[in-house]
T-cell receptor, first 110, second 114 residues
Framework: GIQVEQSPPDLILQEGANSTLRCNFS?????LQWFHQNPWGQLINLFY???GTKQNGRLSATTVATERYSLLYISSSQTTDSGVYFC????????????FGPGTSLSVIP | DAGVTQSPTHLIKTRGQQVTLRCSPK?????VSWYQQALGQGPQFIFQ???????QRGNFPDRFSGHQFPNYSSELNVNALLLGDSALYLC?????????????FGSGTRLTVV
């Protein structure tokens, strides 16, 4: 089945810094989402982005489907950005089965 | 507009017991998927229900079973609990008409098996 890798596994940032999180996937996808999991376990949908670029406030994401990767940009990070960021995909041959990457654990310190 | 609702939020069970977790999908969604998330790992797909039938299943034993009701709500049942079943169980809903539009997750049920 489709494999999803994320890098870096862990990231520590000073408040106000910028960062880029990467997601690589091994096969063509119909669906790609970025999620933020807060310390209480809630998964928050950040972007639905199977291709192209989207922006929402300090966050933006780009997916280059032909090269099988997606990037999540966080600018002017805040302590509330801390948590785990997951990339999740649905492969073209795995109808509706969402595969999660291992996640990037982000800690933003004051 | 209510999101995905899961109950209970926390649960402690003994090895060998059985447990039932419940999920109500977001309004307008008719498809429910269940995930198991062990500590420090990403969620793992258990199975998905659409039109009251199991449509897809991940690599989980038959001890894990489910059901979807006519109102689209769903239950996850786990029999003969093992210590390794301790995890956060997440429910996600989506639209069968727009399966690739995106998923909404509930807050999860944290199951501890002792």
């Amino acid at each position: 089945g489709i494999q999803v890798e994320q890098s870096p596994p862990d990231l520590i940032l000073q408040e106000g810094a910028n960062s880029t999180l990467r997601c690589n996937f091994s096969d063509s996808v119909n669906n790609l989402q970025w999620f933020h999991q807060n310390p209480w376990g809630q998964l928050i949908n950040l972007f639905y982005i199977p291709s192209g670029t989207k922006q929402n406030g300090r966050l933006s994401a780009t997916t280059v489907a032909t090269e099988r990767y997606s990037l999540l940009y966080i600018s002017s990070s805040q302590t509330t950005d801390s948590g785990v960021y997951f990339c999740a995909v649905v492969g073209e041959t795995s109808y509706d089965k969402v595969i999660f990457g291992p996640g990037t654990s982000l800690s933003v310190i004051p | 507009d209510a999101g995905v609702t899961q109950s209970p939020t926390h649960l402690i069970k003994t090895r060998g017991q059985q447990v039932t977790l419940r999920c109500s999908p977001k309004s307008g969604h008719d498809t429910v998927s269940w995930y198991q998330q062990a500590l420090g790992q990403g969620p793992q797909f258990i199975f998905q229900y659409y039109e009251e039938e199991e449509r897809q299943r991940g690599n989980f034993p038959d001890r894990f079973s489910g059901h979807q009701f006519p109102n689209y709500s769903s239950e996850l049942n786990v029999n003969a609990l093992l210590l390794g079943d301790s995890a956060l169980y997440l429910c996600a809903s989506s639209s069968g008409q727009e399966p690739n539009y995106g998923y909404t997750f509930g807050s999860g049920t944290r199951l501890t098996v002792v």
